[in-house]
């Protein structure tokens, strides 16, 4: 195993753990701190996936703002103590689905032939905003768009009640 | 190999991520749980793109856009969830059940 | 000329819509109009009835100078088979044709006088012209089809009409027998027209009475044609058994009697049999059928007119009574006197009711019982009545005797039993026609005024006024003496002595005309004197004052004697020999059973059962859905990851 293989599980590993902490605790807040661990590790694998720009944009857009986020909500809704409320619901019903779910793509995964992975590009970001800017275009600008409304929306949402 | 590892992975966190989205009560965990499922997908989008035309980056751009768009989601999502709280009193997704029929 | 046939019927037929469309926007409105619009509904339906009458003698006159008019049009195929709608006047058609409008304008003109007043008086025209224009269809149409056309909706028009006091149970009932009665017939006549399409291919009176002639019906069908035929004519024309309904027709009102049920629709049968005569020729069995049948029918209808106490109800039985003697005439070979007969007997007893129907008018009573005394108070009613009376009994020169006399005379030389019958017969019809004149008109008045009365119109005035009793105006007198006019006249169109002009001029079979028709000197003086006879006694037992005491009960005179020494005899022949009662037991009674078992278990259970459960299963399985939208957001996230796990299967091939 090479040094890239040991990093991958490694930060796999990590991923997998603040997800099943994130699921199973009781604690909001701890739930999202979980979270963010979570999501670094993540983006430690997209850049062992030779995606460095995704990388960086996962630290940017989920750990630094996301997250962030979900603190605020936590604080105005003020949920975060810790409730007699079960953490966990109906743990059976979700474990089969759960169950059902990774069985099925796991039994994908391992049982077809995967091609071997392509030689990487030698200027990755640039290729990265070849893409951007000329086949992908058009998705490009609609997400713009799309985070326009959403901004909007969130507005009006959290406002709409104080007529 | 390391696209079997990366595919494996993404497989087990979305199976977490849909245990959490059934099981939890508290609607910023379900958003958590969402989230989680969300990234799963992403992994599994950017190991695709090494494999097919890797120039193309095509994975990749999706990948970028998907945050984009997961970000909006939380975005109007957490809003929603204030709102909800102003009116109900209570984050518990249980007690929203209005629709009921 | 087609086109004068065609307004013949076409005109009053016209008339009845206008009446009905007219009504029925002018009634909205309300009012003054609506007022007027009453008053002139009657004089409009005259006025067509006039018409038909005017042209029908113009098509009698034509006929005479050129012969056969016909009219034929296409009408519609079915297969090979071509229906035309053909008209046509010859002798017999003419005559019934005019007969018909002339009877149905004298009973317009009097219903005006009649009904004035009623509430639905414009639907009652529209209903009388609905009428005079399908009996003239059907005595004018030339072919089998549109004559079964025209039956029903003759047959439809009267039941309109008996049931027109819908509201009294006793008159819609009315109606429904009528109907119901007549269709047993009818369902025969039906049959006989399949069988007659069938095997000449053609509805045409001409292509089927040449036919009848030679080949002929197959094998039985010789005799069952016709038979099937008079199952019609025995329906229409009240012939036992289906005679029951025409004394329960008198429901409705009183001119309808008399036109209906007098002058034109029963006749209908007896036109029919006469029609289609050569049917009849080719199965001499069938013949005798009509012969004993319309005989027994003429004595036991005379014998039930002699109990009854209800004026319209005697009038009624001496129709079905002198139809038999149509039949009989029909019967032995002598269509032509049956024919006469129908002539006669169109005005006088058309005459007898419309008497009844001034007395009634008059006073808003028709039991004998209750009446008395009207020569003094309505003489011109009184005196038309006699008439119109000694016409019915067969008193020379009235018109009754002549046509009678042929009748006897065609059952002298083969047939003497029935001729004997049918003497028997009149001499019970002078009886009771005398019997009814002196209890109605003769003697002293009824003290007071009697029960409720019954009737429409008389119900306005209310029964008798201070001044008691008094002549109905002029609208209903001048028919009264027209009618009384023909009841003297009518006779000589056919007497022998004349030479016999009618019935030359009919035209019907030629067997019957080529026999000498002379009558025998001694069959004149017996109908004559069974006629003189049965006045007699009438007056024996009704008329003398001394006779005219009040028994327990309220018999009159003769009838108390008869009523207490035949005892339940008597009150069995006044119930009709009880035929209504043994027809509910056999028949009403098991089909009302079984309607209301099937009601119950068919209807009720089983298809309002499944259409109920049908309507019930559509809630409950909506409720069931109904549990699957619980409202909760993570009910549907779990259906969404089971619907997400189904897709994964699906693509690894899992179902295929």
Redesign the interface.
Known sequence: MDTQEVLFVAFGGVAVLGALYAVATRSLLRAIVALGAFLTAIAGEFYLLAADFIAVVQIFVYVGGIVVLMLFALMLSASGKRHPLAAVDRPALGAVLAYAVGAGLLWATWSTELPAAGPDPADALGSLGRALLGAQLWPFELIGLILLASVIAALSIVRGERQ | MMTTAALTLSAVLFAIGVFGVLTRRNAISLLVSVEIVMNAATINLVAFSRIHEPEAMTGQVFALLGIGIAACEAAVGLALILAVYRRFGSTDVDTIDLLRG | MGAVLVAIFGVPFLVCVLLLVGGAVVSRRGGPAWERWKSLAGWISAGGALIALGLAVFALLAFRADGDIALRAVWFHVGDLEVPFSLRVDGLQAVMAVVVAGVAFLVHLFSIGYMEGDRDVSTYFAELSLFTAAMLLLVLSANFFVLYVAWELVGASSYLLISYYFERPAAAAAGKKAFLTTRVGDVGLLVALFVIVGQTGSFDYDTVFAWAADPGFAGAWAVAVPLLVFAGAVGKSAQFPLHVWLPDAMEGPTPVSALIHAATMVAAGVYLVARSYPLFEAAPAALDVVMYIGAFTALMAATIAVTQRDIKKVLAYSTISQLGFMMTALGAGAPEAGIFHLFTHAWFKALLFLGAGSVIHATGRQLVGELGGLARRMPLTAWTFAAGGLALAGIPPFAGFWSKEEILASLVAHHPVLLGVLLLASLLTAFYIARLFFLVFLGAESAGPGPEPQHGPASLHGGLDAAGAHESGRRMSIPLLLLAAASVVAGFFGAGFLGQPLQGFLSLGEGAAAEAHTVPFWLTVAAVTVGILGVGGAWFGYGRPVARTRAEGGALGFDAWLENSLGGAYSFVARGYRLDDAYAFLLVRPIVTVGRFLWRSVDGFAIDGALDGLANLVPKVGGLV?????????DY??AM??G??LV??L??GLFS
Request: no cysteine; glycine share 6%; aromatic share 0%.
């Open positions: 109904n549990r699957v939208q619980t409202g909760e957001v993570r996230l779990a990851a089971v997400a796990i994964v299967a693509a690894l």
